[in-house]
């Protein structure tokens, strides 16, 4: 690891199998904790090659526990985190309005790292029961349309990372894998980005899987579609600046979409959302972002799967899917 590190502080890069090599090391205890947080740190002050990205990825992958969810045509929707900008829980909720439009939801998350409340931290405050079983979650999708997967359930061999990384308390390059390591292996993906640039590193990478995804970034920073300013798509076959008023929704502010100073308010703004009681903006951004992976999971237009992630909160079919999710993982 110090000849790595040493290269790495020269500005040098590393290969695909360099990278996959390294992260098998640092998930298999090869490397103790101070070399484990220069490693991650020095990513913090210079950006990541898609070569690197696609090695670290791959190492993921082949450590984790793997579900098969094959015939579910499930769609994964979360974010990288790491944009600081401390919102509720957009994507998580955007999750059970997918569900409640007919389209399977496969969810990888985790605690939250740099903001206060991850997917994680909110299901398991409204009584969701994390379980690493393959089984479970075929029977979660079987009984409301969607599953949650706990990444640290399904990637064991990160527990020697999990430490170093809540102690750092900063986005690493672990924000970055996080969507791309569904132990799944989702056929359908709406992921959000932190930066651009790495939209186009996601975009790179997509482009030579299987995968029908929508990569998105707006352009004042959230990794989802935030309707605070345009933002960047980048999908199969398009790549193109969006602002609200194409989707014909209102721009909103971003102090609309605060999260709170804690995970009961998180979820407090989580049950609101779901039962109708949440204010204009939030629903508005739950509704795009819940649109967006209609669109990309039934391949039709985004106004109208915002029509229907639209129709599944207001007609409490959202709402349903979560009850039903709840009781099945309680």
Known sequence: MKEIINRLIQNQTLSKSESKEVLTG?????????QIAAFLTIYLMRAIRVEELEGFRDAMLELCIPVDLDG?????VCGTGGDGKNTFNISTISSFVVAGAGVNVAKHGNYGVSSVSGSSNVLESLGCKFSGDPNQMRASMDESGICFMHAPLFHPAMKNVAPIRKELGVKTFFNMLGPMVNPSFPPNQLVGVFSLELARLYGYLYQNTDKRFSIVHSLDGYDEVSLTSEFKLISNNHESLVSPADLSLNQVEQESLYGGETIEDSAKIFVDVLENDGTE???????????LAVSTAKE????????EARNSLQSGKAKAAFQRFIKVNS
């Open 26 to 34: 640092l998930a298999t205890g090869l490397f103790n904790n101070s």
């Open 72 to 76: 579910y045509n499930a769609i994964d």
């Open 281 to 291: 903006a939030q629903a508005a951004a739950v509704v795009a972002n819940a649109g």
């Open 300 to 307: 039709i237009s985004i106004v109208e799967g915002i029509e």
